[in-house]
């Protein structure tokens, strides 16, 4: 039994909060596919330009404030909200968040869109999180 056997609300409010903390924004092939056909960059300039390699893993660079390359300051949203990552497509959704509900709470904390929105099942819940 879980906190979220009846389901979960989520609606991205597009605040940016999850994009301007510490941490990695993983790339999986699928997302490089994605992010060449929608956003209009080519694999060489993201190589060169936006990835980088932690522990042999392919993850966005940051600005050098820790938040993510693509989080445009200036009008609140991210660069290529169509063509984002699994990891961003996904959120809150993560097995990190779900694990417990006290991890659960203290997200949405920092979350608005949390407890809003679009209803997601208990299946829907269980496939997502999987996909990272």
Do not use: H
């Not at 056997?5 to 596919?33: A, S």
């Not at 169509?82 to 920092?110: H, I, M």
């Amino acid at each position: 039994m879980s906190f979220y056997d009846g389901g979960i609300r989520f609606e991205c409010k597009k605040c940016g909060n999850c994009c301007n903390v510490q941490g990695y924004v993983f790339i999986f092939p699928q997302d490089l596919d994605r992010l060449v056909e929608k956003s209009g960059i080519t694999l060489e300039e993201l190589q060169c330009t936006y990835l980088s390699t932690v522990d042999g893993y392919t993850v966005f660079r940051d600005r050098g404030d820790g938040a993510c390359i693509f989080w445009d300051p200036i009008v609140k949203g991210c660069k290529i909200y169509e063509a984002r990552p699994t990891q961003c497509r996904t959120y809150p959704v993560w097995k990190t968040l779900l694990y417990k509900k006290a991890k659960w709470d203290e997200e949405t904390q920092t979350c608005p869109g949390i407890g809003s929105g679009k209803l997601y099942t208990f299946e829907e819940i269980e496939e997502l999180k999987n996909k990272l």
